[in-house]
Structure formats: structure tokens, C-alpha cells
């Protein structure tokens, strides 16, 4: 992949991420220390996790949907990768 083929964007701290040419920012976009990256849709609840490659570009990675039902929260995370099928479901309950 060479630098016609991404984008470089900007990070809600002020950073700035190499991302592929399909790369759509959401509401917010969060670097995280460990080569991982959050793109937060507020509309949908959606977080899309992107990994650093080893040509420092940000590929997708994941997505985890957040969300809240009857007083309990629920976390899916869903690989990118079609090796993988497995979809992991967290649920809390309300502590209060």
C-alpha cells in the first residue's frame, strides 16, 4: 500500500493516523497507546477498532457495539477478520 492509497487523519487529541482510502471518521477518533485506534459512532453505538500495520497504516480490526438493555449493559466485540467467527458477548448488570 503506498501513500496514494490512504489518508491521514486527525485524532481527538490532536495526533494525526495513516488510514486507508475507505477509512470514514466518525464522531470521534481516539488513538490508544498499544497500536490501536477508536472510532466512535455516537449515533450507533458502534466502536471501530483499527491496528497499526507494518507500514504504520490503520487497518480495521474489530468493532465492538456498546449498548443498554433493561438496566444492563451490553458489549459485543466482532473481528474484522473473516478467519475469525467468533463474536464475543459481555453483559453487566446494573450496580445500583
Known amino acids: 500500500m503506498n501513500n496514494r492509497d490512504t489518508q491521514i487523519v486527525e485524532t481527538i487529541s490532536g495526533s494525526w493516523l495513516r488510514f486507508p482510502n475507505s477509512f470514514k471518521k466518525f464522531h470521534c477518533l481516539v488513538e490508544l497507546p498499544n497500536q ?17 500495520d507494518t507500514n504504520n497504516v490503520y487497518q480495521p480490526f474489530g468493532e ?27 453483559q453487566q448488570s446494573d450496580a445500583s
Not at 449493559?73 to 467468533?86: G, K, M, Q, Y
Open 36 to 52: 490501536l485506534s477508536l472510532n466512535i459512532n455516537l449515533k450507533s453505538g458502534t466502536v471501530h477498532v483499527h491496528k497499526k
Open 64 to 90: 465492538l457495539v456498546v449498548s443498554s438493555v433493561n438496566n444492563q449493559l451490553h458489549c459485543t466485540a466482532i473481528p474484522h477478520s473473516l478467519n475469525e467467527t467468533e463474536v464475543v458477548s459481555i
